[in-house]
């Protein structure tokens, strides 16, 4: 090997390194078959395992990117972005959290199993189960979406755009925001309400904000 600057503790790791510089590999087979990658931190058994080339990427937990081969992914609990292999800029806490994805980007997730089986891009998901499961099924693909609470859930198992906020909520479909189980019975918001058009319901004081220009 020419590559300098590196660490390596444990069984295999850093094995193949050719040419790699600034690695810090700790925990047996942490990044055995990276070659020429840079920067990267790896704690945990299989750690950035098939990491070849990717740079500048943090992995902690049992063969936590384990597939890697892509930069700048931060991914921390065991076998969290396990399948990841070309997504980039992808910041991910809790086990399994993103697992299935193979080339998502630019994803914020917190929580254990949150966005598990879907190939998600530009998704924001917080609480257990967060975007894990569809109304249906399992969440398949998603994309610019935002999932809150434990067990928040899209309508269907392609999410675009869709906002779901509140334990067990389940979302409305693309282009929709869902805020609460259906078991809320109470919906507080403090200062001026600003949308489309109020629409007032038949025989009731209510009234509904409507996004057309017709009721």
């Given at each position: 090997?020419?590559g300098?600057?590196?660490?390596?503790?444990?069984?295999?790791?850093?094995?193949?390194?050719?040419?790699?510089?600034?690695?810090t590999?700790?925990?047996?087979?942490?990044?055995e078959?990276?070659?020429?990658?840079r920067?990267?931190?790896?704690?945990g058994?299989?750690?950035?395992?098939?990491?070849l080339i990717?740079n500048?990427?943090?992995?902690?937990?049992?063969?936590?990117?384990?597939?890697?081969?892509?930069?700048?992914?931060?991914?921390i609990?065991?076998e969290?972005m396990?399948?990841?292999?070309?997504?980039?800029?992808n910041?991910?806490?809790?086990q399994?959290?993103?697992?299935?994805?193979i080339?998502g980007?630019?994803?914020?997730?917190?929580?254990?199993f949150?966005?598990?089986?879907?190939e998600?891009?530009?998704?924001?998901?917080?609480g257990r189960?967060?975007?894990?499961?569809s109304?249906?099924?399992?969440?398949?693909?998603?994309s610019?979406?935002?999932?809150?609470?434990?067990?928040?859930?899209?309508?269907?198992?392609?999410?675009t755009?869709e906002?779901v906020i509140g334990?067990?909520?389940?979302?409305e479909?693309d282009?929709?925001?869902t805020i609460?189980?259906?078991?809320?019975?109470?919906?507080?918001?403090?200062?001026?309400?600003?949308?489309?058009?109020?629409?007032?319901?038949?025989?009731n004081?209510s009234?509904?904000?409507?996004?057309?220009r017709?009721?």
């Open positions: 090997t020419i300098n600057n590196n660490v390596a503790i444990g069984r295999s790791t850093l094995l193949n390194n050719i040419s790699g510089n600034w690695n590999a700790i925990g047996s087979q942490a990044q078959l990276g070659q020429t990658a920067g990267n931190t790896s704690v058994r299989g750690t950035l395992f098939n990491n990717g500048f990427n943090v992995a902690i937990g049992y063969r936590a990117l384990l597939n890697n081969i892509a930069d700048k992914n931060t991914a609990g065991a969290t396990f399948v990841n292999t070309t997504g980039v800029f910041t991910v806490i809790g399994e959290a993103l697992r299935a994805s080339a980007s630019y994803n914020s997730i917190l929580g254990n949150a966005i598990l089986n879907a998600a891009s530009y998704v924001s998901a917080l189960d967060a975007g894990r499961f109304a249906a099924a399992n969440l398949l693909t998603a610019e979406s935002i999932f809150i609470g434990f067990n928040s859930k899209s309508l269907n198992t392609s999410s755009n906002i334990a067990n909520a389940v979302g479909g282009n929709t925001t609460g189980h259906t078991t809320i019975t109470s919906t507080r918001l403090r200062g001026a309400v600003k949308g489309g058009f109020f629409c007032k319901r038949w025989r004081s009234r509904v904000l409507n996004g057309r017709f009721c």
